[in-house]
């Protein structure tokens, strides 16, 4: 039943014991032994047992005899195997008593096409120096949350084996002979021809793992793996870079939505990993304050003045066209995030939420580029396509811009959101999606500067989904702001940020140490990837989840996993029946030990309906910026921001103020306007914000042919707008409670609103009106507003009573306390206590 095969080279200690392991089983019908040019003793102890056991050993040693390598051997004695499996025995070797035992009916009860066992590890004498158990003993750490249970509970051989060889060997493998002919056998490798077989094995067929079938396997000064790692590593890399580009590899991985893990276990693999270095390219000597910042962020980058200069030890190149041309440190770090991940030829920074525009014609400024694609890149050489990715990152107004095309002006361009080809051929095509396995030129984070070691703060990560204009992002900024003296905040976006929805970049940076946006440095694939290497660079103690995203939903096991050492602090449901809060029976979503309840009803249905502690609950209202806001009003009035924003000073104002989107159901707001202008009203009714409705808004304007509402973007001090408005109208069908209430309120400005959130509560008792039910007509909210408007100097005397007691209820100083305290308590108290 089967046949043993045994290339032999050199190993006339251990060649007669390797031979003699396989003589007693019944199920060993043939041993196939051939010698490999040997120039010990080897071959004539092969001859010696051959002439002694005819009937099962066969001889296949060349004469004359000559070496050809072991995947060579291996393949000449497999396929001239007669039986149904092959066992292959390295000639060190040697199987253990009973390897074979009940295997017949362990092969037929798995159907299985490869069996893999456990090997003893012995030294040259045979004593025995340990136990490897496949996945149970490995070489290094499994990637986090992967533990051997999980893989041997599900099978994933495939994921587990493209970290690292748990194999180990040749000699602990049982190979079906035509699943063997299917692979093709062994490929050319000298170290790791075993570790490519069974990865291809376990794409093309059915793997499995016995745990009673065991091997000697035999460390000695001879083994090939010991003769240098940077071969080693350099075959692997080969391997890999092979194996990514069949189709085999891809159907897996879309077969199985395994990419994300896909990218978890290479970027943990160390065969893979050679610390990659860049390099500044610069020629204006002596060093400025800028290069000093440069070489100050890359701890271990290096300086050259031309490229003639770049050796191999370089993987990765910066090359602005003078030092003032090097851009800003937050765009450093996320230019390096981006080259860590891999995957692409260069990387490139946008200007604005377009993908298409740059703040300079020369993409030397704003790019890091491969080393092995500079050359042609820099000199325009775009023979064969290159794959770019464009990352915008808009801080900064950027002056006069250029396009994509400006930038590669001989080229054909071809773009699909953050991915770019630059061609000759308008015809080109790359498979990105092999591009998204990057298995070499790994940069380790100790390649990119943290925070200052004399910094003591615990470092916290705010996984915000985008930093888009918003309420959400606004209560963010107030939170870092009143407590960044406390905590060092890194922000990690994690979700695409379309253009309609705006940028907030600028103002997060002023409160946080960095902000790292996932989905413009790496494809989605990575972003685990990703946020492990951030987490090894920052060693965060919390993560502050603050608004929710698809991906983190998705993933929040893996995420959960991946910081069991942190705190988690969920921050992201803003209604207790609506958005977020329906994914929180989600795996990993209620393993957060914090959660952040932005109103009472949320708090109510944290412990009612999911079950949550309450000792892991926080009721905390969002903060508004009082300071700010008292040191305003003295020098704004009614009169000039009614100019400012182009409004009657005769008529009333009445304003929506929020993000376009379904949630806050702007439409209902141009209704209210709408009947206003049909019952010959005077109110004039402005909206602010922008969103993914704005067009859809824009076209009901005009529809409807009002003359009596305005349209305005953003504005970035909204108390200036407040002063000047009558009646703050909220349309919302769920809410937290909202900030541009809360800022309203605190400017005196009457609030009509649907009862969502705690917002009845919170008007009642402040200005003592009633909320309107969440289903009240357009008609129910234009009678409530004009009955507000008859009656304006006494609810406008009743608001500003109240907006100083809103102001210091709500301040960011009171709340930031709030939040102080539930983060340190997080980080107390659960951080070092946990088992998950």
């Known amino acids: 039943m089967i046949s043993i095969v045994i290339p032999a080279y050199n190993h006339q200690n251990y060649i007669g014991d390797a031979i003699r392991s396989c003589l007693t089983d019944p199920l060993i019908t043939e041993v196939l032994v051939a010698d490999d040019g040997s120039s010990d003793r080897t071959r004539e102890i092969i001859e010696s047992y051959a002439s002694a056991f005819p009937e099962k050993i066969r001889n296949l040693t060349d004469n004359p005899p000559k070496n050809i390598g072991a995947h060579h051997r291996i393949n000449q004695l497999c396929r001239a195997s007669r039986n149904e499996w092959i066992a292959i025995l390295n000639s060190d070797d040697s199987f253990s008593p009973g390897r074979f035992r009940n295997f017949a009916q362990f092969a037929k009860a798995t159907n299985a096409d490869v069996v893999f066992g456990n090997c003893a590890i012995v030294d040259s004498d045979d004593r025995e120096l340990g136990k490897k158990s496949a996945f149970y003993d490995v070489e290094y750490s499994l990637p ?432 207790d029946k609506f958005g977020w809060i329906e994914w929180f029976d989600h795996p990993g979503v209620l393993a957060s030990d914090l959660f952040i309840a932005v109103n009472s009803r949320i708090e109510d249905a944290f412990t009612s309906r999911l079950n949550v502690p309450s000792e892991k609950i926080r009721l905390i209202y969002h903060p508004i910026d009082s300071a700010r806001i008292e040191k305003n009003l003295p020098h704004i009035s009614r009169e000039r921001s009614l100019e400012r924003f182009g409004l009657d000073s005769d008529r009333p104002v009445v304003a929506y103020v929020g993000r376009l989107a379904d949630q806050k159901r702007p439409q209902i707001f141009v209704d209210v306007a709408t009947i206003a202008q049909q019952n010959g009203s005077n109110i004039q009714f402005v909206m602010v914000g922008q969103g993914h409705l704005s067009e859809l808004i824009d076209e009901q304007i005009t529809r409807n042919q009002l003359a009596n509402i305005k349209r305005i973007e953003n504005i970035p001090l909204l108390e200036e707008f407040y002063i000047a408005v009558d009646v703050l109208v909220i349309t919302s069908e769920y809410e937290g409670v909202p900030l541009a209430m809360l800022e309203a309120m605190s400017v005196g400005v009457s609030v009509v609103s649907t009862d969502v959130g705690d917002i009845g509560r919170v008007i009642y008792d402040y200005q003592g009106s009633e909320a309107l039910p969440v289903d009240a007509a357009a008609h129910e909210i234009y009678e409530r507003v004009a009955a507000v408007i008859d009656n304006i100097d006494e609810d406008r005397l009743n608001a500003n009573e109240a907006a100083a007691r809103v102001r210091e209820d709500f301040s960011g100083e009171f709340i930031g306390r709030k939040y102080q305290a539930a983060i340190s308590s997080a980080i107390e108290i659960y951080a070092n206590t946990r088992a998950f």
Request: hydrophobic residues 40%.
């Open 144 to 575: 986090i949350g992967w533990t051997p249970e999980k893989v041997a509970a599900n099978n994933e051989y495939f994921l587990a084996l493209l970290n690292q060889n748990f194999i180990a060997t040749t000699s602990n493998l049982v190979i079906k002979k035509v699943f063997f002919e299917k692979l093709d056998g062994f490929r050319a490798y000298r170290y790791i021809h075993d570790w490519d077989f069974i990865i291809r094995a376990t794409l093309n067929g059915r793997v499995v793992y016995s745990p009673t079938m065991w091997c000697n396997y035999r460390i000695h000064s001879g083994n090939t793996i010991s003769e240098s790692t940077h071969r080693v590593k350099d075959e692997a890399r080969r391997m890999f870079a092979s194996i990514i580009e069949t189709n085999e590899f891809l159907t897996y991985v879309q077969r199985h939505r395994c990419a994300s893990e896909v990218n978890v276990a290479l970027s943990g693999n160390r065969y893979l990993s050679n610390d990659a270095r860049i390099a500044l390219v610069i020629s204006d000597y002596p060093k400025s304050t800028e290069i000093d910042r440069f070489l100050t962020l890359f701890p271990g980058s290096k300086m050259v003045s031309s490229l003639a200069e770049i050796d191999e030890s370089i993987d990765f190149i910066y090359s602005p066209t003078s030092s003032v041309s090097i851009v800003g440190n937050n765009e450093l770090r996320n230019l390096f995030l981006a080259s860590a991940m891999g995957g692409y030829d260069f990387f490139m920074l946008a200007s604005n939420l377009n993908h298409t525009t740059f703040s300079t014609p020369n993409m030397r400024d704003i790019s890091f580029i491969k080393r092995a694609s500079a050359a042609r890149i820099l000199s325009g050489d775009y023979s064969s396509p290159m794959l770019g990715r464009i990352m915008r990152l808009p801080r900064q107004p950027t002056g006069d811009s250029v396009s994509l095309s400006s930038v590669f002006r001989t080229a054909v361009i071809s773009q699909s959101g953050q991915d770019v080809i630059v061609s000759r051929d308008p015809d080109a095509r790359m498979d990105m999606t092999h591009r998204t396995f990057d298995y070499g030129q790994r940069v380790s984070p100790s390649r990119l500067a943290g925070l200052n070691e004399d910094d003591t703060r615990p470092v916290v990560f705010v996984l915000p989904s985008v930093l888009a204009v918003g309420g959400a992002e606004n209560v963010l900024i107030e939170i870092m702001r009143q407590t960044k003296d406390q905590f060092a905040y890194v922000v990690v976006c994690t979700e695409v940020i379309l253009e309609s929805q705006g940028s907030w970049l600028s103002r997060v940076l002023e409160q946080c140490e960095s902000v790292f946006d996932l989905a413009e440095s790496c494809h989605e694939t990575s972003r685990l990837s990703a946020l492990a290497w951030l987490k090894a660079l920052y060693q965060p103690k919390a993560l502050l989840i603050t608004n929710g995203s698809m991906w983190q939903m998705k993933h929040a096991a893996r995420i959960r996993r991946l910081f069991k050492d942190c705190a988690i602090i969920d921050h992201q449901c803003y209604d």
